[in-house]
Nanobody, 123 residues
Framework: QVRLVESGGGLVQAGGSLRLSCAAS????????MGWYRQAPGKQCELVAT???????NYADSVKGRFTIFRDNANKMVWLQMNSLKPEDTAVYYC?????????????????WGQGTLVTVSS
């Protein structure tokens, strides 16, 4: 089963930091773009940050200068370092990746989402 597993969410006070981790299952052959998205209560899911396999990054304006996305291609992991957290950062954060994997000797491509991890920032 191809999957992503997030960890690292929790409760933090405003101004604090958290680091989210996302690990891809071992049966994934390769990963192209990876990213973090979030969905706050009553709001649509939005992009937080993305990173290509070559390390190019893109951030939502609301998190620029506070969040950093980075990855380890060899170990198929991505992280989101979140600093100077604000109450409006409260959301469920999802890991996302464009992956390839072998199934019955055929290489297949899939966009995969993690199960989400809750980040709550108190004021």
């Amino acid at each position: 089963q191809v999957r992503l597993v997030e960890s690292g969410g929790g409760l933090v006070q405003a101004g604090g930091s958290l680091r989210l981790s996302c690990a891809a299952s071992r049966n994934i052959f390769s990963i192209n773009d990876m990213g973090w998205y979030r969905q706050a209560p009553g709001k649509q899911c939005e992009l937080v940050a993305t990173i290509t396999s070559g390390g190019s990054t893109n951030y939502a304006d609301s998190v620029k200068g506070r969040f950093t996305i980075f990855r380890d291609n060899a170990n198929k992991m991505v992280w989101l370092q979140m600093n100077s957290l604000k109450p409006e950062d409260t959301a469920v954060y999802y890991c996302n990746a464009d992956v390839s994997f072998y199934s019955n000797d055929y290489l297949k491509y899939l966009e995969v989402w993690g199960q989400g991890t809750l980040v709550t920032v108190s004021s």
